[in-house]
């Protein structure tokens, strides 16, 4: 049973490229969030998602940022034309659809993103 | 003022030493959550409480919801238990996902 897959490990950007983050959560797992941490700071919450839905995006920026969860493949977490305070480690955690567990999240290993 | 306040923010402690890591929160929760965060980045999720106590293994939290106030204690510390250590919240009222994080606890244990 693998646990949550975020691809890539390590992404470079020069500014004013597309970032792309994925995230593939636990087998049979329907929810995913996704957390920010930039250097030196503690983690963020960007996004909650469930299966073509988004929950809530309260702790996504305005503009040029991006999440989707289709019914079919991995979460993406989407940023347009990065700039240089988007370098940070993005992690994604996923929890089950129900029952006590559906608070316990479980993480992936995080994508650091480097923008040149 | 964070919402939710650790401390100490860095923790040194020779092998087999008892360690206690708190957290203070000022907000209506639903659950606390404390997470391991390894020097390679990864983050394991320890334990999700909301009310008393609970153990695994070496590791034990504790909550005080009339305080405001948890607990993680590791007890015979072993360097392989050096890692940073985060208290997190769901916030009463908000969505499951959205945790408010502490800033850690840097914990080193010296061989």
């Known amino acids: 049973n693998a646990g949550v897959m975020q691809n890539p490990r390590h992404l470079v950007r020069r500014r004013g490229q597309e970032a792309r983050l994925r995230c593939s959560p636990m087998?049979?797992?329907?929810?995913v969030y996704w957390y920010r941490q930039l250097p030196e700071e503690g983690l963020k919450f960007m996004v909650y998602?469930?299966?073509?839905?988004?929950?809530?995006e309260s702790g996504m920026p305005k503009e040029r940022f991006s999440a989707e969860f289709p019914k079919e493949g991995p979460s993406i977490l989407r940023i347009q034309q990065v700039v240089r305070g988007d370098s940070a480690a993005y992690f994604c955690?996923?929890?089950?659809?129900?029952?006590?567990?559906?608070?316990?999240?479980?993480f992936g290993a995080g994508t650091r993103l480097s923008v040149l | 003022k964070n919402e939710v306040e650790q401390s100490p923010q860095n923790l040194t402690a020779q092998e087999g030493e008892f360690i206690t890591i708190n957290c203070s929160y000022s907000?209506?929760?639903?659950?606390l959550h404390w997470l391991q965060q390894h020097p390679g980045g990864g983050i394991v999720s320890l334990f999700m409480?909301?009310?008393g106590k609970k153990k695994h293994g070496r590791l034990i939290a504790t909550i005080n919801i009339q305080e405001k106030h948890s607990s993680l204690h590791i007890t015979a510390s072993h360097p392989r238990d050096s890692a940073v250590y985060i208290c997190?919240?769901?916030?009463?009222?908000?969505?499951?996902?959205?945790?408010?994080f502490g800033k850690g606890t840097k914990l080193s244990v010296k061989p």
């Open positions: 998602l469930q299966k073509e839905n988004i929950i809530d």
């Open positions: 997190a919240v769901t916030n009463y009222g908000g969505s499951q996902g959205n945790l408010i």
């Open positions: 087998k049979g797992h329907s929810h």
């Open positions: 955690a996923s929890s089950p659809p129900s029952g006590y567990s559906k608070n316990i999240q479980y």
């Open positions: 409480l909301s009310s």
């Open positions: 907000v209506g929760i639903s659950a």
